[in-house]
């Protein structure tokens, strides 16, 4: 059993330091390769693309109001929860308009006021919105998201894995003493067994 544990314990500290590297990576890749943009303001695609990927993450399940969402990036190791508006809400005029404006500031009051980092630590809530091309604005829904950062993780992976190794390995090197029945020799008697005398 302990075995096991320590097994799970190394494969999900491999995992989180995988997930780090890639994102380490990423970022030094985008150092090296800047976004590009054209003089009205859109990112040129460049034909290189890099080996890896860096940004990771899974959504499940695909349908339905709440959403659990997994992922890795520079913020480190995210949880989010998606609550999603069914059906989503239309906004009230057009992009350029001053109610949908006004209906956009609200929604970037309330991320601000919701978002904080401590000690590597970011939280946080985020409003989806979604529009294509020149068709009304809709509000999809609320991320609600906790970032704990890589290093973190992987050091609460290893620790109980270190542990119980060097555990097992104090107790491999002080084993425990000997209370085998041996014969003591009384006087006068004969023997009768009883602990070995130290």
Same mark, same amino acid.
């Given at each position: 059993?302990?075995?096991?544990?320590?097994?799970?314990? @190394?494969?999900?500290?491999?995992?989180?330091?995988? @997930?780090?590297?890639?994102?380490?990576?990423?970022?030094?890749?985008?150092?090296?390769?800047?976004?590009?943009?054209?003089?009205?303001?859109?990112?040129?695609?460049?034909?290189?693309?890099?080996?890896?990927?860096?940004?990771?993450?899974?959504? #499940?399940?695909?349908?339905?109001?709440?959403?659990?969402?997994? !992922?890795?990036?520079?913020?480190?190791?995210?949880?989010?929860?998606? @609550?999603?508006?069914?059906?989503?809400?239309?906004?009230?005029?057009?992009?350029?308009?001053? !109610?949908?404006?006004?209906?956009?500031?609200? *929604?970037?009051?309330?991320?601000?006021?919701?978002?904080?980092?401590?000690?590597?630590?970011?939280?946080?809530?985020?409003?989806?919105?979604?529009?294509?091309?020149?068709?009304?604005?809709?509000?999809?829904?609320?991320?609600?998201?906790? !970032?704990?950062?890589?290093? #973190?993780?992987?050091? #609460?992976?290893?620790?109980?894995?270190?542990?119980?190794?060097?555990?097992?390995?104090?107790?491999?090197? *002080?084993?425990?003493? *000997?209370? !085998? #029945?041996?014969?003591?020799?009384?006087?006068?008697?004969?023997?009768?067994?009883?602990?070995?005398?130290?």
């Amino acid at each position: 059993m302990k075995r096991a544990f320590i097994i799970f314990s @190394l494969a999900l500290a491999t995992v989180f330091t995988f @997930l780090w590297a890639m994102v380490l990576l990423g970022e030094l890749y985008q150092a090296r390769h800047p976004l590009r943009f054209t003089p009205e303001g859109f990112p040129i695609t460049s034909s290189e693309h890099p080996f890896f990927r860096h940004y990771y993450s899974i959504e #499940l399940p695909k349908h339905g109001r709440i959403h659990l969402l997994l !992922a890795s990036d520079m913020r480190g190791f995210v949880f989010d929860v998606f @609550l999603a508006q069914i059906p989503p809400e239309k906004a009230p005029g057009p992009t350029s308009s001053a !109610a949908t404006q006004q209906w956009l500031n609200r *929604n970037a009051e309330r991320m601000a006021a919701a978002y904080s980092r401590h000690f590597g630590f970011e939280k946080g809530v985020v409003e989806r919105h979604g529009q294509y091309l020149n068709n009304p604005m809709y509000f999809y829904g609320i991320d609600y998201y906790v !970032a704990v950062p890589h290093l #973190l993780l992987i050091f #609460l992976c290893l620790f109980p894995a270190l542990w119980l190794m060097i555990h097992r390995r104090s107790d491999k090197s *002080n084993p425990p003493p *000997n209370t !085998a #029945l041996e014969p003591i020799p009384i006087k006068g008697i004969g023997t009768c067994s009883g602990p070995t005398a130290p």
